[in-house]
């Protein structure tokens, strides 16, 4: 990271830098969580995604091709900050998603919180058909969590739990879907209340449309992409434009990482 642009009502955030490399304790500190989340909730969902100039969310199917050595660097340290990261069942298949892994730069910090060495894995499935033979369930330091429906068929619920997973019913509707919006308590009462959403962009939208994001940390690669890659939010309508206030952005090769703060009437 070389440059800082906060904004005064952030006091966590160091003043502007000159052109230099940002320590991870700096970043982390930019970063933290509130102390208090504001929603009922009682956790605070933050996403991070990244998107081209021209609102792609991917090229060619991964996020990848679109990131840089900055940006892998605050997703590890976003990472590092939170309970648990909650992700879609597509974008683990597509992304090829393994355990959290625990990192010595962050290992102070999260034994002060009271943090396990890594977040758990929150995967949301309806159906369950995930491969439960997977590093991302065979080899975790903390248990993954998967997040389903009323529906889900028992013995997908039962391979789950003979993988070692924590199985979640968030939703008790006849439809079978996930209800987002019952995510962050859910995750909550097991004690997760630091979340961090990494998409995909279909989770994302129904994060939105249900009113239960609290943060957007979105970085925005200098590339042009075309096609017809969905944009980081890609779902239903919200009926109302949730508003959001930037709190910092910080440049670095061109790449901007932005983070904004939802406003709470």
């Known amino acids: 990271m070389r440059r800082l642009f906060p904004l005064p009502t952030e006091p966590s955030v160091p003043p502007a830098a000159p052109d230099r490399e940002w320590g991870l304790d700096e970043l982390a500190d930019a970063y933290a969580y509130p102390e208090r ?29 679109l990131s840089s050595e900055t940006d892998m660097r605050i997703f590890g340290m976003l990472r590092g900050l939170a309970d648990a990261v909650v992700v879609g069942a597509e974008t683990v298949r597509r992304e090829g998603y393994r355990p959290a892994r625990a990192r010595e730069a962050f290992a102070e910090r ?27 369930f065979t080899g975790p330091l903390v248990p993954t969590v998967v997040i389903t429906g009323a529906q ?48 995909g962009p279909r989770l994302l939208a129904q994060f939105v449309t249900a009113g239960v994001l609290d943060e957007l940390c979105l970085a925005v690669a200098p590339l042009m992409v075309a096609g017809d890659a969905a944009r980081i939010a890609n779902g239903p309508l919200a009926a109302e434009p949730e508003q959001f206030a930037l709190a910092s952005v910080l440049e670095d090769a061109g790449f901007l990482f932005t983070r904004y703060r939802r406003i709470y009437p």
């Open 37 to 65: 989340p504001q929603s009922a909730s009682g956790a605070y969902l933050r996403a991070n995604m990244v998107s081209s100039l021209d609102g792609a969310a991917h090229h060619d199917g991964r996020s990848k091709p």
């Open 110 to 136: 999260r034994a002060a919180l009271g943090q396990p060495p890594a977040p758990a894995i929150a995967v949301v499935s309806a159906s369950l058909e995930l491969d439960f033979a997977a590093p991302l």
């Open 152 to 199: 889900a068929a028992e013995d997908r619920v039962e391979a789950a739990k003979a993988a070692g997973a924590r199985v979640v019913r968030a939703g008790a509707g006849p439809s079978g879907r996930v209800d987002v919006a019952a995510i962050p308590p859910a995750l909550a009462e097991l004690g997760h209340t630091r979340l961090l959403t990494e998409g």
